[in-house]
């Protein structure tokens, strides 16, 4: 079949919407954080199409690098498509949706339906995604903030500061009930997405504790920040060590099947960095195969709180 040949193709469905046609290649599919990485670059080409900013090279008034940065990514997994369950040559629609959100910030939502269902000519609307998403398809919601360094080559203080051609009033409002801002400002607030526990989910062991290097090697990405992906896949280190001594395996864990993942990015750190990362589990009592975890990350120098996780995944599917 010749489209399967292709691996993408993006077209522009309206001013704050692309649509492409993806066959998953190995670049974007793992029991890590891949997937996350090319949601995340669907993310700045809908915002460069979206808004005619030059996403991947913009700059402060002042002509120094800026950066639409990952604030707070979350990932809904579907029955069919899930961000650890994608195999070579599965065949995605993708479609993403541009959202204004201040003269600083932006929110994309993206749809991943298996290809069979047909809903590439479907446009995305944030009621699908937040009240009746379809069974199948994985949905993401990705808060950028515009940011630039403080000081020159360090990541410890970034501030905001959006290019000046960053182009927003044309863009649809979220509506004010899909805002992920209080609930974002509460996990800060209490390290924590569960700080007021959902409903039928209860404490599972006491919380764990370790330590993690930050690995120049695979955590920067090309502009010498932490890279918004590597957040996933530290969480998930973490999250590794405390299944491990729980006596379950590395292949149940590449198995896992992510129900909802959420995480808040609240600080970047620089080479040399330790990070301490508390690890608390949470099971549902309605359905004991969903469990879920709650991870903060502080750097362990200063303590500061650099991000936090929660994750649900479903054990049966792994
Ligand atoms: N609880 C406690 N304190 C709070 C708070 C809360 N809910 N909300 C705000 N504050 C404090 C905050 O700590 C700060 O205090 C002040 O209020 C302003 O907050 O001045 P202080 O004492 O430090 P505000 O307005 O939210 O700004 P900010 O957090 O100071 O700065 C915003 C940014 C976005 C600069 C900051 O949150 C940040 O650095 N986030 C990390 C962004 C990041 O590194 N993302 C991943 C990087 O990589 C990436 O994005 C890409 C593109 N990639 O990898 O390719």
């Not at 932006?106 to 069974?135: K, Q, W």
């Not at 990405?221 to 299944?243: C, E, H, K, P, Q």
């Amino acid at each position: 079949m010749n489209r399967s040949t292709t691996t993408e193709l993006a077209r522009t469905v309206d001013g704050s919407s692309l649509s492409r046609h993806v066959v998953v290649a190995p670049g974007m599919c793992s029991g890590g954080s891949l997937v996350f990485g090319r949601i995340g670059d669907w993310t700045w080409e809908a915002v460069a199409a979206a808004c005619r900013t030059n996403v991947h090279a913009a700059r402060t008034p002042e002509g120094q690098p800026a950066y639409l940065s990952f604030y707070y990514f979350r990932v809904r997994g579907g029955d069919a498509v899930h961000p650890h369950g994608l195999a070579f040559g599965d065949e995605l629609q993708v479609t993403s949706r541009v959202f204004q959100f201040g003269s600083q910030a932006v929110i994309t939502l993206h749809r991943l339906a298996p290809a069979g269902l047909g809903l590439a000519d479907t446009p995305l609307s944030p009621a699908e995604l937040y009240e009746h998403p379809h069974p199948d398809c994985l949905y993401a919601e990705n808060f950028n903030r515009w940011i630039a360094r403080s000081r020159p080559g360090s990541n410890r203080r970034l501030s905001q500061v959006a290019p000046p051609d960053f182009s927003y009033g044309a863009l649809p409002r979220l509506p004010n009930p899909y805002s992920p801002r209080t609930l974002v400002g509460r996990a800060r607030e209490a390290g924590s997405f569960y700080a007021t526990p959902p409903p039928g989910l209860v404490p599972a062991g006491p919380a764990h504790t370790s330590e993690y290097a930050l690995d120049v090697v695979r955590d920067l990405n090309g502009a010498g920040l932490v890279y918004f992906a590597s957040y996933f896949s530290i969480f998930d280190t973490a999250l590794l060590r405390v299944w491990r001594s729980l006596g379950r395996g590395d292949a149940q864990f590449l198995r896992r099947k992510v129900v909802d993942q959420k995480v808040g990015y609240f600080g970047n750190a620089d080479p040399g960095a330790v990070f301490t990362i508390t690890v608390r589990r949470w099971r549902s009592t309605a359905r004991p195969s969903i469990e879920a975890a709650d991870m903060a990350l502080r750097d362990s120098g200063t303590g500061r709180l650099l991000a936090v996780a929660g994750v649900e995944i479903d054990l049966d599917a792994s």
